[in-house]
């Protein structure tokens, strides 16, 4: 994970937020590269979805009425339970007691230590609170949401009738979540503040496993299109006693990441219950009612993933280091679609004026279809290495026989294949290519 | 603007937040045409940014450490000045009395009714805050942002060294901010959540004035490039008064809502103060180190713009209502590029299989490349004005000649003319009618 973070640094993906100012506990910017790669996970998403005819997009507000909160469980239920220590002042989560450490013996979990005096456990809500409007009374209280689906369901009438739609049929969204976590850390994989693509899934009550089941094959398949290893993956259904208060079934598509297998997505049945809640407190039925009359509150199939989550996955199962010649080269094999940049254009000698223009004029016939670089900034292999860092698959060179034939090299990110290549053939070249199927050349 | 609040909600492009609970003051959520509109608005956005070789991307955190604030100004200088009223308990803006309303005397400003009883005025700072971590003390308050400016600026070294550029250049970015209005309204006009695209060019001292005329000049074209018409924008430049604390200069592109013209665009000439500001106050340098020592702090030209300015802007400028023939028509005159959808496929009697059928097809063929729609809920005349209402440029029908001929009609949303074309020939067409210039046809 360390070398996952360190890239991310050096190359700009991502890097700890306020930095100049100490830092603010576990948020992070995202530098050009890290804005490129995620905006092509989330597209891919969009994609994914939107080529559906059965889901519809939707933005709600991060700032939402508080009663949402009352109904969907989260203000009484959304929170960790807390031990302070009486006598070094710290807090640990009372639930995660074994795997922290007593800081006047680290060998040993708070506790034990020899000098510990724990309070008993206490609930800690994990919804950011804030006052909207002038006032700062208890009716003005507002929640940052820790997750978008609330927004979804209580908009589940509005949009029932305006897309015209019956169930099965699917909302889906992407923006940002909060949640005041305890113990964030892990590079992006537990953060404060992130972005979330939910969507959730309306059936009839008795196709809810089928679909179930369905979204939990979709949605594994959809990684493994975009590159993600098959034995870096896996379906782990939750035990009875793991599941959150409204889920009759969830399953965690899992990634190995460096600390282990984790959670990437979670795949959840919610049954009616969040339809159900909310009819209940807001005296809004939300139900289906058809055009015979028959009427159910549909069950809901919820797959949700942070991007944080992809992105750190993305850059871990890309992240290679080989040795080629007498070079070590550092390399991240992303999927060329999720690749920041599609390709370099490289002038071999930056200072011959020849190859300069031509590799100019290269780079703004590609840069009108694809992101692509120009970068013309010392030695060639320096530049080869940076793009090998960034994951461009492929690199354009211009040397001396561009100028007698009008050819060009492309060079492969992966297998490191150089072919000559006729600079006319170039963008037709690079289309096809982004079109082809990838998989990953790691083992 | 009340038709375009009654058409936003009837189409779904946005309507009242958090609605089943009784709104949340001020804050909308978007429906499915309202999130592929404002994608589209992004979309331009990052084009018109990213196809400059000298324009960087980031995405910074909306929780910053709180002396970002300190520094920036915002913690002492952001805030409102308010007086409440002893006799009737409301509080209003003390610099917008005039335009307010003393609750027992409509015809009156408060403090000229007949128990108006004025506290002085007190400042309120517009920026939300909230706690972070476990413990609620003063050292763990955080703060919504109230623009992404500041990620950029605090950014300011890391980004100069990854992306190896020298000013002239700028960052990009796109994401949330969160002000606490007092008095929001105006449907999106001012709301207390906002999608900020800011972009913060960075030059040298004395390049400032030519860098600030040159970005007012591209913001603009940029509006009438996205079919704005020019008769409803203008720039206006602000008096020294009206300036904020960090400006040396700025200008609005106004558009001329219903309500009057107002500010669509800034474009400030913020100098060196926010680098200034941060390096006293972080101890970090944030200046320009040249290749032969030359050093200085660059000074900031800032083009800011949230997008629900420019949603209500696009909305109001396409919004038409026309008479053909006996019926009237609403139809939104967008610009192709910002249009949700882009075409729909419509078999003129969907009982037909033949037509249903051949409709099917053309559609699965368009939705590879385009946003389209197939409709066949019922009367073509219904269907046709569906579309017009959310914008779509062109439908194409699929009817009794096309089983004889393999043609179909398309029809332009702003002339209404309708051509007979080839099926074959449909994608291509619509990919070139795509890329022609366009503007709008209101007087």
């Known amino acids: 994970m ?11 993906f991502a890097f700890p937020s306020s930095e100049i100012y100490g830092g603010l506990g576990s948020t992070y910017d995202y530098g050009h590269y890290g804005v490129l790669l995620k905006q092509n996970v989330i597209d891919a998403w969009w994609d994914a979805m939107l080529e559906r005819d059965d889901i519809v997009a939707l933005d709600s507000a991060i700032l939402q009425h508080p009663r949402v909160w009352e109904a969907s469980g989260h203000l009484a239920g959304f929170s960790d339970p807390l031990v302070d220590c009486r006598a070094c002042q710290r807090r640990f989560r009372a639930d995660h007691l074994e795997q922290a450490q007593c800081p006047h013996k680290p060998s040993r979990p708070p506790g034990q230590g020899p000098d510990c005096d724990l309070t008993a456990a206490r609930d800690f809500n994990l919804m950011f609170s804030t006052t909207v409007g002038p006032v700062q009374d208890a009716g003005s209280t507002a929640y940052l949401r820790p997750e978008t689906a609330q927004g979804i369901f209580i908009n589940f009438k509005n949009v029932l009738q ?65 590159g993600l290893r098959e034995s870096t993956l896996r379906v782990r259904e939750h035990e009875e006693e793991e599941r959150s208060h409204y889920s009759s079934g969830t399953s965690d598509i899992e990634y ?6 984790q959670e990437l997505e979670g795949v959840a049945n919610r049954g009616d219950f969040d339809l159900t809640q909310h009819t209940r407190s807001s005296g809004t039925k939300l139900e289906f009612v058809g055009q015979e009359g028959e009427r159910y509150t549909p069950h809901v199939i919820e797959p949700a993933v942070s991007i ?26 992303l999927h060329p679609l999720i690749a920041p940049v599609k390709a370099a254009v490289l002038p071999l000698i930056p200072r011959d004026e020849g190859m300069s223009s031509r590799a100019r004029e290269l780079y703004e016939l590609l840069r009108k279809r694809h992101t692509v670089e120009h970068d013309d900034s010392g030695q060639i292999g ?41 600079i006319a053939d170039v963008p037709a070249w690079l289309d096809t290519a982004l079109e082809r199927p990838w998989r990953s050349p790691k083992a």
Chains 1, 2 share one sequence.
């Open 256 to 261: 190995l990441y460096p600390i282990g297998w």
């Open 308 to 333: 944080e989550r992809i992105f750190v996955a993305m850059l871990c199962d890309a992240y290679d280091e080989e040795v080629v010649g007498e070079r070590e080269r550092t390399v991240l094999r």
């Open 2 to 12: 360390d070398r996952i973070v360190s890239l991310s640094k050096r190359r700009g």
């Open 162 to 226: 305006l897309a015209r739609r019956k169930p099965p049929f699917g909302i889906a969204q992407v923006g940002k979540s909060f949640r005041n976590e305890i113990t964030p850390g892990n590079f992006l994989f537990r953060v404060r503040e992130f972005e979330q693509m939910e969507m959730e899934y309306f059936v009839p009550p008795d196709e809810a496993e089928k679909w179930y089941r369905y979204w939990i094959d979709e949605r594994l398949s959809w990684y493994v299109n975009l």
């Open 382 to 422: 320096r530049r080869y290495r940076r793009q090998d860092e960034i994951g461009t698959p492929w690199a354009f060179t211009v040397d001396e026989q561009t100028l007698e034939d009008e050819t060009v090299t492309v060079r492969d990110r992966d297998s490191l294949a150089q072919d000559r290549l006729a």
